[in-house]
């Protein structure tokens, strides 16, 4: 038994531990014991049992279990620490004592969980027990749910979360055990007790008994609002002031507490979203278009059940929306509008904000529905549109509902302006200020005196609501004419409103109403009594308060762009008299107007107003006026008394007297009386009929004037403009247009119709009569001071001569500030509101202005087909959508807010695959900003948010459109809109480096400007953080430069609080750099819109003038920079508004500062610069030469220039703010040219001041910069300035590092003024600096030093290279092996260049390359190489300048160097030619080539003087002079137009190696050959074109496709471009024929290579290259010249044949197409030159006799051949054998036998020999033929060449002619023909016998090697005629042609394409360009090179110097051309 008491003697924490019961219980009970002795909370003691106390609670022994939790409750009451056992405590308590039968065990347990709560532990406690609900056993979750309701009613709503609680309930009433589900009851009376009706909604779809339980519970409860009873123990305090006796004070505190908690509890927050989109029916779009209406209702009532979930998720419901707008708007079935109505309701009170993106879209189809008489469509309209107002702001939705408001409609009417009223009710007077109250009020007065009733009550109620809100004093200045009568009426109206953000009273109201309204439904059902709509909100004023509150700034904005100056008083006089004399008079009879009038004036005027003797009429006017001048103004009936003037004989009256009289008392009635409308319109027909007259025009303008200022200027101007367009009379139109001008200026602008003026002024300009057009141009000067440039856009469509002349009138008006308007404002003496206003009223003035210009409706034309098409898959289809919406843009000018379904359309098209098509449709956003103006605000988050999402794109053009188009919207929107909300935030969060720098560089260039920011800005700061520590350096730096802004906003101290939540590493860094920020942080800018507004309103600008100044200074430059962006962003004025700001007004502080400026910028100090070259030369300061610059020497600098550059310049130079620096650099530009002295003599400083620059990561500082680098280079070499070393040495490295740079732009920039500073500091220095420059890591760097190498050394020689040529040449060899292709590439480039200058030395030069570099550098060499064409004359002397040498082949490619003359590389970089090339040519060289080919007649040749070079040395190909030639023949001048040598150009980059260029070329090429008007300009040049492509397509086949580098989609591409251009060429019939044999058979040959490259298969779009080379083939074969295509393919066959290397497929596609075109024969057979295809054929059998074609693998060959001539034969008959003509020896042919053994089946025998005598005997016959004979037989050939058709017949018969009888005189039939004539047969027989010739010689040219095929091209070959020159009379270059070609052939190079040449007149414009050319036919294209380089210069000179003139050569030229030839011989010898 002592063992049983053992553990008496243990300490109470083991006893409570202790296995047996007793041990614990006693353990227990002392805990119990010490726990109540320990006072402190803090003590110790308590640790020890922090482990024990979850045993205390779940011991396993029932008694002991209970005596545990009693110490547990004592414990979690009075321990410190009792907080850190929470959830394992009350977790234990819910499994193990709510499940004890024992009451007291569930009770403690209850307890323990309360003061959990207490001790602030609620949500832990909270979370255990809602676990506890899922748990089996009811007993546990009775006892949970228990718990739950005690700590709500002891603890209240504020401690308890109810959200999880309610979303559990629905659970809990459906439980099986009835204990469960009445809890559930008890707790859902408590839940309701705290939170009311806010529980109906998630208890909805409960079981409807319980649901009814539980009405009857909660209409007993007490309707006071609850208080808790228990407090935490923070608030204890509370809970003692609450046990003191209540007094009235302690109750008004409950109250408030009270009015705290109501709407703090919102039942939507308690809902869980439900996605409804994915539920709705599949069929649902289909069905709700069908045609039967209950299958629309299907669709309408599947949507209605789905949107009845209180609560939906977010999601794209535009189509849903759209779906639900169109049957509201358009169905016929009102049942279904009201259906769908119900469905937009559920869908706005189910997304709440979420949906007001689409309120826009849906509000103005709902107003204009109001039509409908049925209550019930009705009621559903209201509780829709004032579901959707709760999304949105009033702001937002203003224009649609005002443009609703002049609805002709009165029930429209009436119903808007009930909607308005419940709306204002929900405003409070800051989210109604007077911006959008002013527009609303105006438009609702005009309703009050509407003629309908309920209109008027309708409008009674809406103002006195906005009385209401916004207090008397806000709306009185709208209601100052309002008579009382009306003004107490809406006072009356304003007591009844109860307002939602209401006083007490509103509020205790609402509850009682809330209560019956069941379920949800309450939020709309009481719309229809508009009173009641006030509920839908009151569970949640909190959000919409703030929403609205935020766009409080917005609406002044938009008229800040246009407010013109001087508007701003007008707005305030004009607008305080809105609608001023509304005096609404009826219209009077004539008799009342008598007895009123006969009432107030002498009774004899009346009867003698119609008196017919003119005295007397005059004497009564006279006793008229003097009355009206007497009477007082409330007495005078105006309307009477005009009528008694328009009295018979009224404004007919003859006599002018009388009339002036009269019109003088219709002016002195309308000042004096209150003139009404109705009786202006009594008098204005008359006024303007007499406003043309001479001697009363000016009386009735006065009247006019004084009518406008009684009946305010837009009512009468739009009156007076209808009248006097509606006659004809064009004297009144053009005085009325005067009057109005002037008018115009007197009243100001404010309240006029622009839009009627705009078309009036239209038909005036129109007008036949002069004076009418100037009048309306004048007006439109007058209008254009207002409205600014905007206004030019409605005129564009005018004639020019029109245009010019309003363009004249709108210049004069440029910079002119409207003048302040006199008139207007005499009815209303100004009263303390006046003062008020006049803050505002210059924005409102401006408002007027952008709201007046027409804008156009276009929501009709974005139609859903529109729509579809911008979503099309097709990219194509989207393109046309894009265009289509540009389009309607475009014509619409200025649009309205309402767009349709388009910016959800563009929406998706931002994030398009296609990049063009994103940024058409970023132009498209932009076009859409100028066009809508300010209202594009509502559409900046669904559409302005997804184009900051374009920032991030990776494309730089893409972000560059992004930002154009962001800024476009932001000057429209001002920038509130964008920093509202989460959005900008977002984006700023997405880790996209790019989005990141582009957007905070977006802010850092917005955040400046602006006065104050949304709060929200504040969300950004943590993203912002993030950005410091970027892993992008770009996006830290821009971070930084952000930093200020934000705090300039924010204020340090939140900036700093932001940073707690960063790591402790983090923080440090930030902090620092907030405390940099703070150093640097600008002022906000100073309200600088008000200032400005007003520059001529009286007193106004010394009001402002204080602040004006201070303004420009604080903001840094942004503001001088672009003047306040807000401020004016179209107006005319505004130019002149900003100057006089800035200069006429300079504050005190200002003035000083612009003395100081005023002076020189750089002084200069004698000897100053020669001093600091020797302190850095003895080291006295430091030497300029670092990697980044440390502060010592930005400080060094600094201290330098103090002495020689202005102080206030160097301030800004050295600012640590980069636009302080742009300010530096803009200020040196202006003072460069006026200060040369002072800038050479600090250049030393200027240029290292600028390498610091360099080192500035901001790109604009970098461009200016660079902009000033360039004007300073040009001036220093303008003043013939040489760069000294040190100035050299401290900034050139700088420069050059700056050539690496990723832009672009500024490597062009860099490497221009490297160019430039070649004039100033010695190439060869330069080119040490530049070597040392390809020594960097950077790869970009080094491939633009290596090109620049290159430039220098083709513009200046080898003496460039320094050390020596070797060195420099070794060192860039090295570069051939880089790892970087660009690299590479230059390193090739140059060394081909220097290879251009110096041939072959060059390999001497570079000494050992690795294999694999030479072969590159071969092929290079190979593939690039010119050679060179002199050795370069006289090494260019290195002087700074770059003298355009010889040496330089650009010429051969591009005519002419480009604008600067200075570089060879700008020669290569530019494409446009400038003619001045040949100047630089040496006098020695000149040629005069331009008409050697065009001339032919007879002609006198001066040869110009050579100088006599020592020839022995030349070994390389050399320059002919070619006879200078005068021109003879006019026929060519035409030809030589720029087109030719344009077209020239680009097909020569047709053959580029580079992939892009030659893209870029045949897109150009493909261009012209689309436009059938334009593709006549490819005639004369398709020869030379298709050699390029053939070109192409075999460097493809050799070179690309082999290079592993490539990407192979290039290739693909390339291939597409080749095929597409080729199709559309062989479209086009004409230009098609134009292509000759050779070139057609290279043609062929590379196509057919081509569809059997195996290499193209395997690629991915192969396949459809190959088809497309089908196809092309097709084309070929069907439209080129037939002859010619037939010939070639016989040639290729041949080739083929003969080839071993050739593969038997290539022969068997050459048949193919020979197949072919045997079918096409029959059709062509009239347009074949017969004879030539026979000689084809005749040469084709020698080479292959039919005994070698049998012994071929395939027999193809052989039949084709018969195929071939079977066809010919038996479409030509016998005639066939007449047509040998071509073949020499016919009797050695086989064809010819062949042809008579196929003739045989078809002729006798007899008949065929008789046609074999013909053939053979024709020689004899024509012997023996009489001279007669003969003269037929010749004049019958010449009649061939003279006709078009048979020229070419004509010839080659005329050529065998002469062949055959070398005797014969063929010189009589010349004699009579033109000189053009006679040359044109000379050369056409000339080119046959070089055919003839070539073919013999050399059948085939496929052995030769692709480089060596090349050489084919047909060259323009200088063939003047030479007739007889065997005689030696007359040389011309043709001989040496015929030697060339002799040497050719020697060779080895390949003569066939000399065959075919083209005519003379395609000749003429072909350049040569073979990229890879022997030296001779270098000779060849130097030559037409030249000569078309100089015929630009000589055209001129052509047309003057016509002269017809024959003569021989001089014997001086005879000896030159006798030198000529020495140097061919020496040519000819050196090439064997």
């Not at 039967?292 to 599947?302: D, G, H, I, M, N």
């Not at 220093?1276 to 050299?1288: G, R």
Request: glycine share 6%.
């Amino acid at each position: 038994m002592g063992d049983d008491n053992e553990w008496l003697k243990l300490p109470v924490d083991q006893k409570c531990e202790h296995k047996l019961w007793k041990a614990r219980l006693s353990g227990y009970e002392d805990a119990l014991k010490i726990f109540q002795k320990i006072k402190d909370e803090k003590s110790p003691e308590w640790s020890k049992f922090l482990g024990l106390i979850k045993k205390f609670v779940t011991d396993s022994n029932a008694v002991v279990q209970l005596k545990g939790l009693e110490a547990a409750l004592v414990y979690v009451e009075n321990a410190h620490v009792a907080g850190k056992t929470t959830g394992e405590v009350v977790s234990g308590v819910v499994s193990k004592v709510f499940n004890q039968p024992k009451a007291k065990a569930k009770e403690l347990g209850i307890e323990i969980c309360l003061m959990y709560i207490e001790i602030e532990k609620g949500e832990a406690v909270q979370e255990e027990l809602l676990k506890g609900l899922d748990n089996k056993n009811p007993k546990i979750i009775v006892a949970c749910i228990e718990t739950l309701r005690k700590a709500l009613s002891e603890f209240g709503s504020k401690i308890i979360l109810l959200k999880p609680i309610i979303k559990v309930l629905p659970k809990l009433f459906e439980s099986r055990e009835k204990a469960v589900r009445d809890e559930a009851k008890l707790i859902a009376v408590e839940i309701y007790r705290w939170i009311r009706d806010a529980l109906r909604p998630p208890l909805q779809n409960i079981n409807s008994v319980q649901l009814k339980e539980l009405e009857e519970e909660w209409v007993k409860l007490p309707t006071g609002a609850p208080k808790p009873s228990r407090f935490l123990r923070s608030q204890q305090e509370l809970e003692a002031k609450l046990e003191q006796p209540q007094s009235a004070g302690g109750d008004a505190e409950g109250g408030g507490d009270d009015g705290d908690e109501v709407p703090q509890i919102d039942a939507y927050e308690l809902l869980e979203a439900v996605e409804v989109l994915s539920k709705l029916p599949k069929d649902f779009y289909d069905k709700i278009e069908a045609k039967k209406w209950q299958e629309r209702k299907e669709a309408l009532e599947a949507v209605e059940v789905l949107v009845k979930n209180p609560k939906l998720e977010a999601g794209d419901y535009a189509d849903l929306v759209k779906a639900l707008k169109k049957v509201v708007g358009k169905d016929t079935n009102v049942m279904l509008v009201a259906l769908a109505a119900k469905c937009l309701t559920g869908l706005a009170v189910g997304l709440r904000k979420k949906f007001g993106q689409y309120a826009g879209h849906v509000v103005p189809t709902i107003l204009e529905k109001f039509k409908e008489k049925k209550p019930q469509v009705v009621q559903a309209l209201q509780e829709a549109i004032d579901a959707i107002f709760l999304t949105t702001t009033l702001q937002n939705i203003s224009e649609d509902v005002l443009a609703v408001m002049d609805n002709k409609n009165p029930t429209i009417k009436q119903q808007t302006s009930l909607f308005i009223a419940r709306s204002f009710r929900h405003c409070t007077a800051s989210t109604l200020p007077k911006s959008l109250l002013k527009p609303f009020c105006a438009a609702l007065l005009k309703h009050i005196n509407d003629s309908a009733p309920e209109v008027r009550d309708a409008a009674f109620e809406a103002l006195g609501t906005a009385l209401k809100v916004v207090g008397e004093k806000a709306v009185n200045p709208f209601l100052a004419d309002v008579d009382k009568l009306k003004l107490d009426k809406i006072k009356e109206c304003s007591e009844k409103v109860e307002l939602i953000h209401g006083k007490k009273a509103g509020l205790a109201a609402e509850k009682k109403e809330f209560k019956p309204l069941p379920g949800r439904a309450a939020a709309a059902s009481g719309a229809a009594g508009d009173k009641d709509t006030k509920d839908i909100t009151a569970p949640k004023p909190g959000p919409l308060k703030k929403a609205p509150t935020a766009k409080v700034g917005g609406p002044p904005k938009k008229g800040k762009p246009a407010a013109p100056g001087g508007t701003g008083s007008t707005g305030t006089k004009n607008k305080k008299g809105l609608e001023t004399k509304e005096i609404v008079e009826p219209e009077l009879s004539i008799e009342v107007c008598e007895e009123k009038a006969s009432a107030v004036l002498p009774p004899t005027c009346i009867q003698l107003l119609d008196s017919s003797n003119w005295k007397e009429r005059l004497a009564c006017m006279e006793e008229f006026q003097k009355a009206v001048e007497l009477m007082e103004r409330a007495e005078m009936p105006c309307q009477s008394l005009v009528r008694m003037l328009a009295k018979k004989p009224g404004w007919k009256e003859t006599n002018f007297q009388v009339m002036q009289m009269k019109l003088h008392i219709v002016a002195l009635i309308a000042q004096k009386g209150n003139f009404s409308k109705t009786s202006a319109q009594i008098v204005l027909d008359g006024l303007v009929d007499k406003i043309g007259d001479v001697k009363c025009g000016n009386n009735a303008k006065e009247a006019m004037t004084a009518i406008a200022e009684a009946c305010m200027l837009p009512w009468t101007a739009e009156q007076v403009m209808s009248m006097a367009f509606s006659q004809k009379n064009p004297k009144n139109q053009s005085e009325t247009l005067n009057w109005l001008s002037n008018a115009i200026k007197e009243f100001g602008f404010s309240g006029l119709n622009v839009k009627a003026f705009i078309s009036n002024v239209k038909t005036a300009l129109a007008a036949t009569n002069p004076a009418v057009r100037t009048s309306a141009i004048t007006l439109l000067g007058v209008m254009y001071l207002y409205v600014g440039p905007s206004l030019r856009m409605f005129f564009e469509d005018e004639k020019p001569a029109l245009l010019s002349q309003i363009d004249a009138e709108f210049e004069k008006m440029q910079g002119q500030s409207p003048p302040a308007p006199t008139r207007g404002i005499s009815k209303h003496p100004t009263s303390g509101i006046d003062e008020g206003e006049d803050g505002e009223e210059p924005d409102d003035g401006g408002n007027d202005v952008v709201d007046l210009l027409p804008r156009t409706e276009i929501s009709d034309k974005i139609t859903s087909e529109l729509v579809s098409k911008i979503g099309d898959k097709n990219w194509k289809i989207r393109k046309e959508g894009l265009d289509e919406v540009a389009g309607i843009i475009n014509e619409a000018k200025f649009i309205q807010p309402n767009i349709g379904e388009l910016p959800t359309a563009l929406k998706g098209r931002l994030n398009d695959s296609n990049k063009i098509l994103v940024q058409q449709t970023l132009n498209i956003l932009q076009q859409l900003a100028v066009a809508m103006g300010p209202n594009i605000k509502q559409h900046v988050k669904n559409l302005g948010i997804p184009v900051i999402t374009v920032l991030g794109d990776s494309k730089n053009n893409v972000r560059a459109a992004a930002l154009a188009t962001v800024n476009a919207w932001a000057e429209q929107t001002g920038m509130k809109e964008w920093l509202e909300g989460e959005d900008l935030s977002e984006e700023l969060k997405k880790e996209n480096p790019f989005l990141r720098q582009e957007l905070l560089g977006w802010l850092a260039e917005k955040l400046p400007t602006l006065r104050s920011t949304p709060t929200d800005l504040i969300l950004c700061v943590p993203h912002l953080y993030s950005c410091l520590e970027d892993r992008n350096g770009d996006v830290r730096k821009k971070a930084q430069d952000a930093l200020p802004f934000f705090m300039m906003h924010l204020g340090y101290e939140k900036m700093a609080k932001a940073t707690g939540k960063l790591k402790p590493t983090s923080k440090d860094q930030v902090l620092a750099m907030l405390e940099k920020a703070k150093a640097n942080m600008p002022a906000k800018p100073a309200a600088p819109a008000k200032a400005v507004s007003k520059p001529m309103g009286g007193s106004a600008p010394t009001k402002f003038q204080p602040t004006s100044a201070p303004v420009e200074e604080s903001v840094s430059s942004t503001i001088e920079t672009k003047p306040d962006p807000k401020k004016a962003k179209t107006q005319g004025a505004s130019s002149k508004t900003k100057t006089t700001q800035g200069k006429k007004i300079p504050s005190k502080t200002n003035l000083k500062e612009d003395e100081d400026k005023s002076g020189p910028i750089f002084i200069v100090v004698p000897n100053g610069k020669e001093q600091r070259m020797k302190d850095e030369k003895g080291l006295k300061v430091l030497k300029w030469n670092f990697t980044t610059p440390r502060d010592e020497y930005i400080e060094q600098l600094k201290t330098q220039m103090s002495s020689c550059v202005a102080k206030w310049l160097q301030d800004e130079m050295f600012h640590s703010d980069f636009q302080h620096h742009n300010k530096a650099l803009a200020v040196m530009v202006d003072h460069l040219e006026s200060e040369k002295e002072g800038v050479i003599g600090c250049l030393d400083l200027i240029l290292k001041w600028l390498t610091l620059r360099f080192f500035d990561t901001n790109t604009s500082v970098l461009m200016k910069a660079l902009e000033y680098l360039k004007l300073l280079f040009t001036l220093l070499s303008e003043e013939e300035y040489h760069l000294t070393e040190s100035e050299a040495s401290s900034f050139i490295p700088y420069l050059i590092v700056k050539v690496g740079e990723p832009k672009d732009v500024i490597r062009r920039d860099v490497r221009a003024i490297l160019n430039r500073m070649c004039l100033v500091y010695p190439a060869s220095k330069m080119f040490l600096f530049i070597m040392e420059g390809t020594k960097s890591k950077n790869s970009k760097q080094r491939a633009e030093c290596l090109e620049e190498l290159g430039c220098l050394v083709e513009s200046y020689g080898m003496n460039v290279c320094q050390p020596t040529p070797g060195k420099a040449l070794k060192e860039i060899a090295i570069h051939i092996g880089d790892r970087d292709n660009a690299v590479r590439n230059a390193a090739l480039n140059t060394i081909v260049t220097v290879y251009n200058v110096h041939g072959d030395q060059v390999f001497k030069l570079i000494g050992n390359l690795s294999e694999k570099d030479m072969s590159m550098l071969e092929e290079r060499i190979k593939r690039s190489a010119k050679r060179p064409s002199t050795a370069p004359m006289k090494q260019v002397e290195e002087k700074p300048q770059r003298v355009q040498g010889i040496n330089s082949n650009a010429n051969m490619l591009r005519k002419g160097p480009a604008e600067d003359m200075s570089s060879k590389l700008n020669q290569a970089r530019s494409m446009s030619g400038h003619p001045e090339a040949a100047q630089m040519v040496r006098r020695e060289f000149q040629l005069d080539l331009d008409e050697i080919e065009n001339d032919n007649g007879t002609v006198r040749c001066e040869m110009p003087e050579l100088v006599q070079h020592k020839l022995d040395d030349i070994f390389e190909p050399v320059l002919i002079p070619e006879p200078k030639i005068r021109a003879v023949s006019p026929h060519f001048d035409d030809m030589h137009s720029n087109t030719a040598s344009t077209i020239n150009f680009i097909i020569s980059q047709v053959a580029s190696g580079d992939i892009s260029t030659s893209i870029q070329a045949l897109t150009q090429i493909d261009e012209v050959l689309r436009q059938e008007d334009k593709a006549e300009a490819m005639s004369g040049h398709i020869d030379q074109f298709l050699i390029a492509t053939f070109m192409q397509l075999r460097l493809i086949y050799n070179t690309h496709m082999a290079d592993e580098k490539l990407e192979k989609d290039e290739i693909i591409k390339l291939y597409s471009c080749i095929i597409g251009n080729m199709i559309s060429l062989f479209q086009i019939e004409s230009l098609a024929r134009e292509a000759s044999t050779g070139v057609l058979k290279d043609l062929m040959h590379g196509l057919i290579t081509l569809m059997l490259d195996s290499r193209i298969e395997d690629l991915e779009e192969g396949q459809q290259v190959i088809r497309s080379v089908n196809l092309l083939v097709v084309k070929v074969l069907e439209k080129s010249d037939q002859t010619n295509i037939l010939s070639a393919l016989l040639v290729l066959l041949q080739d083929s044949l003969l080839a071993t290397a050739s593969s038997p497929k290539f022969s068997e596609l050459v048949m193919k197409c020979l197949w072919r075109m045997v079918r096409l024969l029959p059709d062509t057979i009239n347009s074949i030159n017969l004879d030539r295809i026979l000689l084809d054929i005749h040469i084709f059998m020698k080479v292959f006799p039919k005994e070698k074609l049998k012994q071929c693998k395939s027999e193809f060959p052989i039949r084709t051949l018969k195929t071939l001539l079977h066809t010919l034969c038996k479409l030509k008959g016998p005639k066939i054998l007449d047509h040998l003509t071509m073949i020499d020896n016919k009797n050695e042919s086989e064809l010819e036998a062949h042809l008579c053994r196929m003739m045989k089946h078809s002729m006798d025998q007899t008949g065929n020999k008789s046609d074999k005598e013909t053939e053979k005997g024709a020689s004899r016959i024509d012997e023996k033929s009489s001279k007669a004979k003969v003269n037929d037989f010749l004049a019958e050939i010449f009649k061939k060449i003279g006709s078009k058709e048979n020229t070419k017949e004509g010839l080659a018969e005329l050529y065998e002619y002469k062949k055959k009888y070398s005797d014969a005189d063929i010189e009589p039939f010349l004699k009579n023909s033109s000189q053009f004539f006679q040359s044109y047969v000379e050369r056409g027989l000339r080119v046959i016998e070089m055919e003839r010739e070539g073919k013999g010689r050399i059948p085939t040219s496929t052995g030769i090697s692709p480089q060596m095929e090349v050489t084919c091209v047909p060259t323009p070959t200088s063939t003047v005629s030479s007739i007889g020159n065997t005689n030696g009379e007359e040389v011309g270059p043709s001989v040496y042609l015929e030697r060339l070609k002799i040497l050719r052939q020697r060779c080895g190079l390949d003569n066939t394409k000399q065959d075919d040449r083209p005519p003379l007149t395609s000749l003429l414009s072909k350049p040569a360009i073979p990229p890879v050319a022997s030296s001779t036919d270098m000779l060849h294209s130097k030559l037409s090179q030249l000569r078309e380089s100089r015929e630009q210069h000589q055209h001129s000179a052509l047309d003057s110097n016509q002269t017809h003139c024959a003569g021989t050569l001089t014997s001086s030229s005879t000896t030159n051309i006798d030198d000529l030839k020495k140097r061919l011989e020496r040519i000819k010898s050196s090439r064997k």
